[in-house]
């Protein structure tokens, strides 16, 4: 059953996001006769991502599991939208099924490939300031597709989700940016035998013939990059967080016992992110643990993915396993609820999820913050060369997208929100932390919006402070610390950032969490006092 789309948008959202979609094209989009082409709203990064001319409230999405992961999901996806121009074909992102049909407020609508998109041609054109409810029939092809990451990952016993940075249109037909959020209903029917859960709380399960139907909704707005569904032989674990949050936890059946110690620490790190940035922004939370070697952890909203061997594996200590559950966890605030408008603002979400890992590592395990800092600074400026500015990263490689996931939008980043520590002083620093959480709370926010609201707080001009930090080739000098030094760029640009294999003989583990596959590590310095963030061979690295 669909919300109701009115009440899933505010005006004021609405407002934003048509304005965005509206300034990448013309209100006159596409006539009739044209090409069908490929569109996108222009991002710098990713600039076929996310369609104009009109702003999704809500997905109702059915998947059809068929026991078996190397097979195609029977799928059903209805959009509720808002359109914000006139509209003669609309554009979707969707790149790896087959479509069956289309339907456009209920009358079947033409439909072509172009690109990634998946352009509709509707009977009668949609007028600007109309609801349309747009129905595709489909596949969703679990198996990955050539020179492509993301999508669907195939676990040891079902499937699971890793959507970012712009893979949600690999699963199912939809605006695939994060500037357009949307509330979701997930439905999910598995054989006997197999459990399905997604995003948000359930609020239905259905048996019929050898069958069960899951179906999960969401309280809040949601990026597509964010979805998450598993569906495996899994048991879910329940428990109670802080103010009566329901917590959920699910796991491979046969790992129940070994996994069940981790799990048990979610609800006083949910109490400890509490104490630092204000209440938990969304209706329950809980771990993914896949039986799948991915190489990273991923913060898809309600429910975070990550690895089971992470947690079993010895080689990691328990220390460094605990921050990097912060990490995601930490991303629920930053990135899930305070979502980035563009893929250029990821520092925001990446470089505060690092902050909070790092914070808690200080707190509760005794890695001093300034340790690792000092570290990441003697290492900024390669970061800066190989990946750009935190704030105008450099566009992905070709073929791998998830490139962008580079160490200077991870250290990097939180080296800048530890140099604006510095700069305004702890207690101006912690109130602009819950202050921007809770004034961009289920929304979309920009870099700008982080300057404006960090200098009303401050009381002072911070532009050039932001604009060294933020978009200097070099690191500017560190308020407080003018000792510290910036190493020279390497000759060869460095590997992507990704979780790093931490030596068995010396378990001092590096920091933290990203998301892109390293080729080589680079080798520990004589005294690994904050070890950089690099991935295991062959792995993509947690996000």
Not at 46 to 75: H, K, M
Not at 516 to 525: F, G
């Amino acid at each position: 059953m669909l919300l109701t789309p009115h009440s899933q948008a505010t005006p004021a959202r609405r407002r934003r996001t048509a304005a965005l979609l509206t300034a990448a094209i013309s209100v006159c989009l596409v006539a009739a006769s044209a090409p069908v082409v490929p569109l996108g709203i222009g991002d710098r990064l990713f600039p076929y991502l996310g369609n104009p001319g009109y702003d999704v409230a809500s997905y109702d999405l059915s998947f059809t599991y068929p026991g078996n992961n190397s097979e195609p999901l029977r799928a059903v996806t209805t959009i509720d939208a808002w359109t914000t121009a006139d509209l003669d074909r609309v554009n979707l992102d969707f790149a790896h099924g087959t479509v069956e049909s289309v339907e456009v407020d209920g009358d079947p609508a033409e439909f072509r490939t172009a690109g990634e998109d998946l352009v509709i041609t509707p009977e009668d054109s949609v007028s600007d300031g109309n609801w349309m409810r747009i129905t595709v029939r489909h596949t969703s092809d679990p198996v990955p597709a050539k020179d492509r990451e993301g999508g669907w990952v195939r676990t040891a016993d079902g499937l699971a989700m890793a959507n970012q940075a712009d893979a949600g249109h690999m699963v199912f037909p939809c605006n695939d940016h994060p500037s357009d959020k949307a509330m979701f209903t997930i439905r999910v029917t598995a054989p006997d035998g197999h459990t399905a859960v997604a995003n948000g709380l359930p609020v239905g399960v259905e048996k019929s013939g050898g069958s069960t139907t899951w179906t999960y909704r969401s309280r809040h707005p949601m990026a597509t990059e964010l979805t998450q569904v598993s569906i495996g032989r899994s048991t879910v674990l329940h428990r109670t967080g802080p103010h009566g949050l329901p917590v959920r936890d699910v796991v491979p059946t046969e790992h129940r016992k070994a996994l069940a110690p981790w799990l048990e620490k979610t609800p006083g790190q949910i109490a400890w992110m509490e104490s630092k940035v204000g209440r938990y922004p969304f209706e329950t939370y809980g771990l993914l643990m896949a039986d799948a070697s991915t190489g990273f952890e991923l913060e898809t909203q309600t429910l975070s993915l990550f690895e089971r061997e992470l947690f079993t594996d010895p080689v990691y200590p328990q220390w460094y396993v605990e921050s990097i559950m912060v990490h995601e966890l930490a991303h629920q605030w930053f990135g899930n609820s305070v979502g980035p408008r563009t893929w250029s603002d990821l520092w925001l979400n990446e470089g505060h999820a690092t902050w909070y890992e790092a914070l808690y590592a200080e707190e509760r395990a005794d890695k001093p913050m300034r340790s690792r800092m000092k570290a990441a600074y003697a290492s900024s400026d390669r970061w800066r060369a190989a990946g750009g500015p935190p704030a105008a990263p450099k566009a992905p490689d070709p073929g791998r997208k998830t490139s962008i996931f580079r160490h200077n939008v991870y250290d990097g980043a939180a080296l800048v929100l530890y140099a604006l520590r510095q700069e305004i002083g702890r207690p101006a620093f912690e109130r602009l932390e819950r202050a921007w959480v809770g004034r961009h709370q289920d929304d979309t926010a920009t870099t700008e919006d982080f300057v404006r609201l960090a200098t009303e707080i401050a009381g002072r001009d911070l532009d050039r402070f932001f604009q060294d930090w933020l978009y200097g080739e070099k690191t500017p000098p560190m308020p407080g610390h003018p000792d510290w030094k910036a190493k020279a760029p390497a000759a060869k640009p460095e590997a992507p950032a990704g979780r790093p294999k931490i030596p068995a003989a010396k378990p001092e583990a590096p920091a933290a969490k990203p998301k892109v596959l390293a080729a080589k590590p680079e080798a520990p310095t004589a005294k690994p006092e904050a070890p950089e963030k690099q991935a295991r061979p062959a792995m993509t690295p947690a996000r």
